[in-house]
């Protein structure tokens, strides 16, 4: 009787596992599911307190930029350029010459002004001496008409008695008229010179006081022939270029003033409900990285969005309109003796995080806030040259036989 060959034995490696290893493996996978749970669970438990305790108390954008001013140097007076005493990274102090224009048309126009101001003077000093003369002949001629007045009495006594004739007497009569119109005709001619003198003095006369004015005005375009830097800073966009003939109002160069800057954060809407002003912020800049901090507070806030103020600004009610979240503009003020310590430049990309443990106050304030001095914009190196030339006013008038005084006074620090 034929047998069943044995069954061949299956190869070791296909053996199915002992239920002691799939136990084992399904004990490690939970262990190490519950491990991962466990280390979720704290990360999340740990973020949850950060924000909690920290994280819900600060806002942060890096959508930031350094911004300053860009003071605009233009001439005052139209010319053709000479010299360009500044170039672009320069750095510059206020009251340096930056451009030189031709100055021969200004100094013509400055010596027909001043002459034309010393002989105004000498004319009205003519005037008052006029004056004073026709108060003399005012009196002559009154004194003249009293002694026609007593001829004419002697005369009409002597008639009475037949000592002169009476053609002698209308002789006497025609000359108390005459005398009498001598009188008003002097009169009015002094009327007439007082009224060109009348409450005033030689200084503060109105001819000599437009005459002073054209002085004034062609001495400052004489002056301004030298285009001086309105504050001091950093050179940059210069365009002009000797032998250039410009206009007054014409964009030469432009100076960026370094020690007074800002920086402008672009937060998201969401982010702007906790910020209020003055609160303290804290700015790292790409330029130094995260070892350098500066340390600001905020200054203002924008009165929209930078779209809403965007060159296309978006039409909305078109019809294809996708939402995006908005960001709106903030200002930031930042410690002055941290910009000195470490530069920034205009532009610079920062990093932005404030405070906002203190939350009082509104949001955008309804009444006017006092501007911080950094934000003041002012320059004074151009009142030395209506110094100057009220100066020059003065020693024309004195050299004129006048008195500067009072005319120094009216003018002063134009």
């Given at each position: ?343 920034l430049q205009v532009g610079l990309s920062m990093r932005v995080e404030v405070d906002t443990h203190t939350r009082e106050g509104e949001r955008m304030p309804t009444a006017p806030a006092p501007a911080p001095a950094s934000a003041k914009q002012e320059t004074a190196v151009f009142d030395a040259l209506g110094e100057a030339a ?25």
């Amino acid at each position: 009787m034929a047998t069943n060959p044995p069954a061949p034995a299956a190869p070791a490696g296909n053996a199915p596992p002992a239920p002691e290893q799939q136990a084992s493996k399904e004990r490690k996978r939970k262990k190490m599911l519950l491990i991962a749970g466990a280390v979720f669970a704290i990360v999340g438990l740990a973020w949850l307190a950060w924000y909690l305790l920290v994280g819900q108390w600060y806002e942060s954008t890096d959508d930031a930029y350094v911004g300053g001013n860009v003071v605009q140097v233009t001439p005052q007076v139209a010319g053709t350029v000479v010299a360009v005493a500044a170039d672009d990274t320069d750095r510059v102090k206020a009251g340096q010459v930056l451009v030189r224009l031709d100055p021969a048309d200004a100094r013509i126009a400055l010596e027909e002004a001043e002459a034309s101001l010393g002989r105004t003077v000498r004319q009205v000093r003519t005037l008052f001496a006029t004056t004073g003369q026709s108060d003399a002949t005012v009196a002559q001629r009154k004194s003249d008409l009293e002694r026609a007045r007593a001829d004419l009495a002697r005369r009409e006594q002597l008639a009475a008695i037949g000592g002169v004739s009476k053609e002698e007497v209308q002789h006497a009569r025609e000359s108390v008229e005459a005398a009498g119109a001598a009188v008003r005709a002097a009169e009015e001619q002094h009327t007439a010179n007082r009224a060109l003198v009348d409450r005033t003095t030689l200084e503060d006369h109105p001819d000599v006081r437009a005459a002073a004015a054209k002085v004034h005005e062609a001495y400052l375009n004489s002056a301004r022939t030298e285009i001086l830097a309105p504050v001091s800073g950093v050179v940059a966009r210069r365009s002009v270029q000797v032998g250039q003939r410009v206009a007054a109002g014409t964009s030469l160069m432009a100076i960026v003033p370094l020690a007074n800057i800002w920086v402008d954060a672009n937060f998201k809407e969401g982010q702007l409900r906790d910020l209020r002003l003055g609160q303290p912020v804290t700015v790292e800049a790409d330029l130094y990285g995260r070892h350098k901090k500066y340390h600001g507070r905020i200054q203002g806030f924008g009165a929209g969005t930078g779209a809403a103020f965007a060159l296309l600004p978006a039409q909305n009610a078109t019809g294809n309109w996708i939402k995006v979240v908005q960001r709106v503009p903030v200002r930031i003020a930042l410690d002055a003796q941290e910009i000195r310590d470490f530069p920034l430049q205009v532009g610079l990309s920062m990093r932005v995080e404030v405070d906002t443990h203190t939350r009082e106050g509104e949001r955008m304030p309804t009444a006017p806030a006092p501007a911080p001095a950094s934000a003041k914009q002012e320059t004074a190196v151009f009142d030395a040259l209506g110094e100057a030339a009220d100066a020059r006013v003065a020693q024309i008038i004195v050299r004129n036989g006048g008195q500067p005084i009072a005319l120094a006074k009216d003018h002063g620090g134009r």
